[in-house]
Nanobody, 121 residues
Framework: VQLQASGGGLVQAGGSLRLSCVVSGGSLGSVTLGWFRQGAGKEREFVAAIHRSGGTTYNADSVGGRFTISRDRGKNSVYLQMNSLKPEDAAVYYC???????????????WGQGTLVTVSS
């Protein structure tokens, strides 16, 4: 399974951004898809995940309802809609996939390259 993330950029605080991740070599129906992020000098942290059934999503408390994870099976893609962005949301964002459901980065087997999100105050 290969993942290719895109959509990062510079946005003002309070603004919105949508990240995309194209998945190849596997079906979205067979993997949990997750988004993680790593800020400068920080450890990688969980952001959001969507179950392989597509029926269950889970967000980290740090992003709450500001972020929404979704997927499009026709495009074999997963998205992260980020609204009301804060400077502390600035990080390199990674998409990941695994056959199991969870929020622990070490449990995810497949990773895409990161996409940088910068939030100006």
């Amino acid at each position: 399974v290969q993942l290719q993330a895109s959509g990062g950029g510079l946005v003002q605080a309070g603004g919105s951004l949508r990240l995309s991740c194209v998945v190849s070599g596997g079906s979205l129906g067979s993997v949990t898809l997750g988004w993680f992020r790593q800020g400068a000098g920080k450890e990688r942290e969980f952001v959001a995940a969507i179950h392989r059934s597509g029926g269950t999503t889970y967000n980290a408390d740090s992003v709450g309802g500001r972020f929404t994870i979704s997927r499009d099976r026709g495009k074999n893609s997963v998205y992260l809609q980020m609204n009301s962005l804060k400077p502390e949301d600035a990080a390199v964002y990674y998409c990941a996939a695994d056959g199991n459901w969870g929020a622990v980065s070490s449990k995810y087997e497949y990773w895409g390259q990161g996409t940088l999100v910068t939030v100006s105050s």
